[in-house]
């Protein structure tokens, strides 16, 4: 060894243009020393560069056993060297020997990487930018019964702040003025290279941060040869390191995490990160339930929506019901005087309320009659039993139950429960009615354990072998089979529901209204349990009982159709779906006050077909007009009006309206602020959208705080679009394009025409838009291949 006689040069271990890097061994200790040789002078400003770096941060962070420690130099006489202490193998050598890297678990490779991020934040702390962090740059060497990991050659460093060497009284050696402040273009290795870097950009902090954003992906992989190639994500099972690596690596240094620390310290705190995402999972997923659970309660088809003389027909018929059925155990005075009681309710009361001739007002809807009628049971029978009260209030529930008011079927289901219980003799079948019409609605309201504790009371009675024959044990199962959908137990939902349908079959006691309501509550089982084949059958039976029973016009057989609509839909079959829809939605909006959450419910269905279908001027019209009732019945800044805003937009966007779908998008974004997270889908969702509308608007200055933080897990949320990936980095490329970033754009879009052509070839954005796209960013003259 040159100038070192007790020292012997075994091995060549690396060299670039003008430096070898050696081993060398002590010939009679046999100590292992590394030197890197300049011989012929070429990089000895590199050498001087690194020596000046170790000599600042030994001198500020102190004796290191995680940095390679510079020994001494030679730079007087050729060959110019540095002498290291040996620091081990580097990593490439070190993971492919016998398999080591990846026979570790993760665990273990993490705590590795976290040696080698600590110690680039702790250069950073000291304004060392490292500028070729890379594996063959980290060495590895046994430390008892683990690894320390070293960080090597700072060659191609940048010292960011330049007076700290006056500091410590260190000589610029290899550094002037111009490379303390960022004129340094030593190169680096272009695999590792930022983005920024690659475009001409000086380096900077985040430029390191994108270096062990990739060496963190491969000691995940356990790869150090894997570049971060398209589809990268598919390797990383676990979502938060994805987010980590996606944050470290992000092509804009502007969204790029700031610091190795932040980097190294989500890494330290997965696990309290993963409790915390579980906990805001669980959290998420309760409010997504909640909120679902209310769009199907109000979505859920009224089951009658008659005239008069229907309801007026349907209580004389549930008072001999009530005779026949419910009082088995009644003594035939009590069942007369009940009886009598009830009709003329009936008439004195309820059907006076909504005659002319009677009340003196024209224009009485069944409603208000049912609700005036109802207001007087206390007061006008207060002298009554008891159990006579408790009637009268469980067939005023059983009016609003035909009239969909929920509210008011609970408060006077809560009434007739309370006679029921207070009377000397209650009526334990009538009791057990009072209490599966409650819950019955309490579970429309997503009201569920109030709901599940009166259908558990209702069992017990049922049980009794006395009442085996009732019908109302097919009552007791589809409430059941309601219940457990709002609570998302999607197996009790199927068996209650192919239990009432069973029990239902071929009894002459249950109404055929009872048994289509069954019929199409078991349809919407198979639907939500994925077996559309059953969902479709199912209700193609429906279909066809009520339009031979009621007439093809009638409007339950017209629900019955939107329900079989959707589940074709479900199936991919849109243009099937879509005639169906349009044979049944003149009818339907015949019937329906155009505010009613079925209505809106309606029109969003037909909303998401016309988008499927590209018909995008009716999808635009169903959607607005969905919106627009939406805000006016739960306000502008609620999700219910919010959703389909978002497809007002996008249906606007893609009918060319532009501005029309800019000004949309930019007020629901505006509202959607004011009561939701930046991690809501909805939010995100709009995000993306505004800022896919300005950069076909060519304007772009929104559109880089739009797209920072977006997320295609939580878009996937609100949007299951098979390539959210391929979208947001086609709208990024396109960003990097009207930015004159032509090289990060062009690597962009590029990627995103593979994750487009391997998961949504046939989507919106389409291979030949962005191949327009690519060759504006390859230049004029050339093709995209």
């Not at 680096?188 to 062990?212: K, N, Q």
């Not at 700031?258 to 990160?273: G, P, Q």
């Not at 109030?450 to 009794?464: P, V």
């Not at 079959?573 to 079925?598: F, G, H, N, V």
Request: proline share 4%; glycine share 6%.
């Amino acid at each position: 060894m040159p100038g070192r006689e007790n020292f012997t040069l075994q091995r060549m271990i690396g060299s670039s243009r003008g430096s070898e890097v050696w081993i060398a061994r002590q010939i009679k200790t046999k100590e292992v020393r590394v030197y890197k040789f300049s011989p012929d002078g070429e990089r000895l400003v590199a050498l001087k560069r690194e020596a000046t770096l170790a000599r600042l941060l030994r001198e500020s962070l102190g004796p290191r056993e995680d940095l390679a420690r510079v020994i001494d130099w030679n730079f007087e006489t050729p060959p110019f060297f540095l002498e290291f202490e040996f620091g081990g193998q580097n990593l490439i050598e070190w993971a492919a020997e016998d398999g080591r890297l990846r026979a570790l678990p993760l665990q273990d490779r993490l705590a590795l990487f976290l040696q080698l991020a600590d110690v680039v934040a702790d250069a950073h702390g000291v304004g060392v930018l490292h500028k070729d962090l890379k594996p063959a740059n980290v060495l590895i060497a046994a430390k008892g019964e683990s690894w320390q990991v070293r960080l090597t050659d700072f060659g191609s460093g940048r010292l960011l702040e330049p007076e700290r060497l006056e500091e410590y009284g260190i000589t610029q050696l290899g550094l002037s003025v111009g490379d303390g402040v960022g004129n340094d273009t030593t190169s680096g290795t272009p695999l590792y290279y930022a983005p920024e870097v690659i475009a001409g950009h000086v380096p900077t902090l985040r430029s390191d941060v994108y270096a062990l954003g990739l060496m963190l992906y491969q000691f995940v992989i356990a790869d150090f040869e894997r570049p971060l190639a398209s589809g990268w994500q598919r390797e990383i099972s676990d979502e938060l390191l994805r987010g980590d690596i996606a944050e470290a690596t992000d092509f804009d240094p502007a969204r790029r995490l700031d610091s190795a620390a932040a980097l190294a310290r989500r890494l330290r705190t997965l696990d309290e990160r993963r409790q915390l995402r579980d906990r805001q999972n669980a959290n998420d997923e309760a409010a997504r339930r909640a909120m679902e659970a209310v769009a199907r309660a109000r979505a859920r088809r009224p089951w009658v929506i008659g005239t008069m003389a229907a309801l007026g027909a349907g209580l004389i018929a549930s008072i001999g019901l009530y005779v026949q059925v419910r009082h088995q155990s009644r003594d035939l005075a009590q069942q007369l005087t009940i009886s009598q009681t009830l009709q003329k309710f009936m008439v004195n009361d309820l059907i006076a309320a909504a005659d002319p001739g009677v009340s003196g007002r024209a224009g009485v809807t069944v409603a208000n009659a049912t609700k005036a009628a109802a207001a007087k049971i206390d007061t006008e029978f207060a002298s009554s039993p008891l159990e006579t009260r408790a009637a009268l209030h469980l067939e005023m529930q059983h009016a609003f139950q035909h009239l969909a008011e929920y509210q008011l079927i609970i408060s006077e289901g809560h009434e007739a429960i309370a006679a029921f219980e207070a009377s000397d003799r209650p009526d334990r079948l009538a009791l057990a009615d009072a209490e599966l019409e409650t819950a019955d609605a309490l579970a429309w309201c997503s009201q569920l354990p109030e709901a599940h504790a009166l259908i558990d009371k209702a069992e017990q009675t049922l049980n009794d072998p006395a009442f085996a024959a009732s019908p109302l044990r097919v009552y007791l199962w589809k409430v059941k089979g309601l219940v457990a959908s709002d609570s998302e137990d999607w197996a009790e939902m199927l068996h209650a529901n192919e239990t009432a349908w069973a029990l239902a079959q071929n009894r002459s006691d249950v109404a055929d209204q009872t048994r289509n309501a069954i019929q199409y509550q078991l349809a919407q089982s198979y639907e939500m349990t994925g077996n559309l084949p059953h969902a479709e059958s199912t209700m193609r039976d429906l279909v066809s009982a009520e339009t031979a029973e009621l007439g093809p016009d009638d409007f339950r057989t017209n629900d019955s159709k939107v329900l079989l609509a959707d589940i074709l839909a479900k199936d991919g079959r849109a243009a099937e779906a879509l005639d169906i829809m349009e044979t049944a939605k003149p009818i339907i909006e015949q019937k329906l006050d155009p505010d009613s959450y079925e209505m809106v419910g309606m029109r969003l269905t037909f909303g998401n077909v016309y988008i499927s279908l590209k018909k995008y001027a009716e999808a635009a019209d169903e959607y607005g007009a969905a919106a627009a009732a939406a805000g006016r019945t739960t306000g502008e800044d609620s999700l219910y009006h919010l959703q389909p805003e978002l497809g007002h937009g996008l249906a606007l966007h893609h009918q060319g309206r532009l501005v029309e779908a800019e000004r949309v998008l930019r007020r629901a974004l505006d509202q959607a602020r004011t009561k939701f997270s930046p991690t809501e889908p909805v939010v995100q969702a709009l995000r993306y959208r505004l800022a896919q509308c300005l950069l076909d608007l060519n304007h772009p200055e929104e559109v880089p705080a739009l797209l920072d933080g977006l997320s295609p897990t939580v878009l996937a949320d609100i949007d299951d679009e098979p390539a959210w990936e391929g979208q947001l980095a086609y709208q990024a490329g396109r960003l990097a394009l009207a930015q004159g970033e032509r090289a990060t754009a062009l690597t962009l879009l590029k990627q995103a025409k593979e994750i487009f052509a391997a998961k949504d070839p046939d989507g919106f954005i389409t291979g030949a838009m962005i191949d327009a796209e690519i060759q504006k960013a390859a230049g004029d003259g050339n093709k995209a291949h």
